[in-house]
């Protein structure tokens, strides 16, 4: 079955270390999202990405970073700079260029920093 | 300025009724579409449903549809005959032609159907 795949569900980890969180998809998608939600809150975005080998920062990039080497794949990375890491972090994507097409989401990883 | 405004934190409705969400939107592109969103408790995002700007038409896709006011820019969501298993959080988005597609996202209504 085709889908976004986000790993590992839950991830502890301490304040000051970088952590990676994994997205892979299968569905040919050129474009792919990173999204962040906190209680209360609706999805702000954090990085996207139309193509590989490019992205793009969104409304809230400041202590996060991502590399697009792989159609498949779009891993985030939560730096030590990110002052609230601890949220709720979807992946998504969609074939790109189209108004209409909804964004297909990953089951999201749930950050916990201490 | 909030692009996307949901100003009913939470819903109740009895199981079997229908229920209206509200949301609003501020654009100046005449190009965009409107999503709407569930998540349970879960947390996945489940996609609804979807209305363009230059739909004639009010989507509908089974329970759920969208009456779409262009003028006073709402979409609100009107889910018909409420089921227990709609108890969920429920998200307004837009994505306007010229911003590179990206989705933006209200802060959501929590809808609890009671039995």
């Known amino acids: 079955d085709g889908g976004i795949t986000q790993s590992p569900k839950y991830l502890f980890r301490k304040e000051g270390q970088n952590v990676t969180l994994s997205c892979e998809q299968n569905?040919?998608?050129?474009?792919m999202y990173w999204y962040r939600q906190d209680p209360g809150q609706g999805l702000r975005l954090i990085y996207y990405s139309q193509i590989v080998n490019d992205f793009q920062k969104g409304d809230i990039a400041e202590g996060y970073s991502v590399s697009r080497e792989k159609k498949e794949s779009f891993p985030l990375t939560v730096t030590s700079a990110q002052k609230n890491p601890t949220a709720f972090y979807l992946c998504?994507?969609?074939?790109?260029?189209?108004?209409?097409?909804?964004?297909?989401f990953g089951n999201g990883t749930r950050l916990t920093v201490t | 300025a909030q692009k996307i405004t949901q100003t009913q934190p939470g819903m109740f409705v009895q199981e079997k009724e229908a229920v209206t969400l509200d949301c609003t939107y501020d654009t100046s592109d005449p190009s965009y579409g409107l999503f709407w969103y569930k998540q349970p408790s879960s947390g996945e995002m489940i996609f609804l449903i979807y209305q363009g700007s230059y739909d004639q038409q009010n989507a509908t896709e089974g329970r759920y549809s969208l009456n779409f006011q262009k003028a006073r820019k709402s979409a609100n969501l009107v889910i018909s005959a409420s089921q227990l298993g709609d108890s969920a959080m429920y998200f307004c988005a837009m994505r306007e032609g010229g911003s590179n597609y990206k989705l933006t996202f209200g802060k959501g209504t929590l809808l609890t159907v009671n039995p």
């Open positions: 569905l040919n998608h050129d474009a």
């Open positions: 998504a994507s969609d074939p790109q260029g189209q108004l209409g097409s909804p964004l297909h």
